[in-house]
């Protein structure tokens, strides 16, 4: 344990919230619309409780493996958790019904998986779909121009419940550049929301990392997620 960790998070977090706060007031809306996931990947749980502790209520984990080994000690009764990591098919049993969503769904093959095994629980599962935002960085995700045809498809299959989109953004020093990019996938999720789709609920738009979710708020964001500025540089073993 290393206590000045302890407070460099709870100092990390005070800082990220009022970035956020403004970012969502200058989009004209109330700090209250942009939810804060603290992505903790690489992170032990005691890391992990503190933020939990010092107010998130929500944390993201990229692999299934990883989340199953932590989780008996994590404190998640006031804490949701959302897998945000490619999800391969084989690995849909372990993790359905031990996360609240899955954001990477990033085939129709996949969302079936996850309805099989939900409905074998007896259970629903919320997932967004996820969009390739156009980069070779984001290797995953569905093409903008085929995505609304994707989530019609998705929709018929009973067991899986689309709440929204999510997307990773390219490495990108041109900000002119990057809030296209972001404000793109805003009117796609405006865009298919405003048709009423049977079972297609765009309430969650999933977009903004450490580096960019400032711009990523400023063009319609109403999910971050935020690993490094929260909990430090990882450190992959
Ligand atoms: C790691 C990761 C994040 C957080 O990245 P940071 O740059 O550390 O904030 C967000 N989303 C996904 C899908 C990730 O894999």
Do not use: W
């Amino acid at each position: 344990m290393d206590n000045k960790r302890f407070s460099d998070i709870e100092e990390n977090l005070k800082e990220i919230n009022e970035t956020i706060s403004q970012a969502a007031v200058r989009s004209g809306r109330d700090p209250g619309d942009v939810r804060l996931m603290a992505v903790s990947k690489t992170v032990e749980p005691v890391y992990i409780n503190h933020a939990i502790e010092c107010g998130i209520g929500l944390i993201g984990e990229n692999k299934v493996q990883e989340f199953l080994l932590k989780e008996p000690e994590l404190n998640l009764e006031n804490c949701e958790a959302h897998l945000i990591g490619h999800l391969q098919s084989n690995k849909v049993r372990k993790i359905v019904g031990k996360v609240d969503m899955i954001e990477s769904v990033d085939s129709v093959a996949l969302a079936r998986e996850i309805a099989k095994r939900s409905l074998a629980l007896g259970i629903s599962t919320d997932i967004l779909l996820e969009v390739n935002a156009g980069s070779e960085e984001s290797k995953f995700g569905f093409d903008p121009a085929e995505l609304e045809e994707m989530a019609c498809e998705i929709a018929e299959i009973e067991g899986v419940s689309i709440q929204g989109l999510m997307c990773v953004a390219p490495i990108c020093d041109d900000e002119s550049t990057l809030r296209k990019i972001f404000s793109n996938i805003y009117r796609a999720y405006l865009d298919i929301g405003a048709k009423k789709i049977n079972n297609i609920n765009m309430n969650v738009l999933s977009m903004g990392m450490s580096g960019d979710y400032r711009e990523a708020i400023l063009e319609g964001s109403n999910l971050v997620r935020v690993g490094s500025a929260v909990f430090g540089a990882r450190n992959y073993r």
